[in-house]
């Protein structure tokens, strides 16, 4: 594919949407998904350590035993999914990424769990169930517009059942405040990400 150097380098007005599949191209969902599985890399999903310690963190804020259902949202390949699911919950996950969610499916099916999910886009996600417990992971929220914040945040109250969480995973402000824009040019012989 052919890209005109000037304009990709233009900075887009903020929450511009790209006109082409991002987390369904061929090319960059192979690479995201080999991103999710290097459990050294923080780059798709969180580092394993960092998982590891988020998933107990959960289980003892907001034990399965009060919120056993559990709605994984923009779940990837499903890392925390099956870790979570290993902590008693009953866990479905949803994704835009096709590759993300068959390889998901296919995971829980080696590891034998239970584990339901959907290629949905969450800004239009209908699963006709209701959830104790909703996670997004992994800071997806700050990436979206103001108005697809509120159709979200809408369609995630649709599938709570009262009394319900959410829990929100974004960056801190000191993390923001800390955060250096830059723009970098790398030669990948192979094929970069
Ligand atoms: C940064 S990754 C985080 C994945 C996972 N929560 C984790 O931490 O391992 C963001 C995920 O959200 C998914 N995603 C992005 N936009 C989406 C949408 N509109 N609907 C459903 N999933 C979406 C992507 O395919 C990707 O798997």
Redesign the pocket.
């Known amino acids: 594919m052919f890209y005109n150097l000037k304009e990709s380098l233009e900075k887009p007005a903020l929450y511009t949407k790209s006109k082409e599949a991002f987390?369904d191209d061929e090319y960059i969902s192979k690479q995201?998904l080999k991103a999710?599985l290097d459990p050294d890399v923080s780059g798709?999903?969180?580092k394993l350590s960092f998982?590891e310690q988020s998933v107990s963190w959960i289980k003892e804020k907001i034990p399965a035993q009060t919120y056993p259902e559990l709605l994984?949202?923009?779940?990837?390949p499903g890392?925390?999914a099956e870790k979570i699911a290993l902590e008693n919950y009953q866990v479905t996950g949803?994704?835009?990424?096709k590759r993300?969610i068959d390889y998901a499916k296919k995971s829980a099916q080696q590891h034998g769990l239970a584990n339901t999910y959907y290629y949905?886009?969450?800004?239009a996600?209908d699963l006709k169930q209701s959830f104790d417990l909703a996670t997004l992971?992994?800071?997806?929220y700050g990436a979206l517009s103001t108005k697809d914040r509120q159709t979200l945040l809408h369609n995630i109250y649709q599938h709570l059942k009262q009394g319900g969480k959410l829990l929100l995973d974004v960056f801190s402000q000191k993390f923001y405040q800390q955060f250096q824009e830059e723009q970098k040019w790398e030669n990948c012989e192979n094929g970069g990400f």
């Open positions: 987390w995201m999710h798709a999903s969180r998982i994984d949202i923009g779940c990837g890392i925390y949803v994704d835009f990424s993300s949905q886009d969450y800004l996600m992971i992994y800071c997806d």
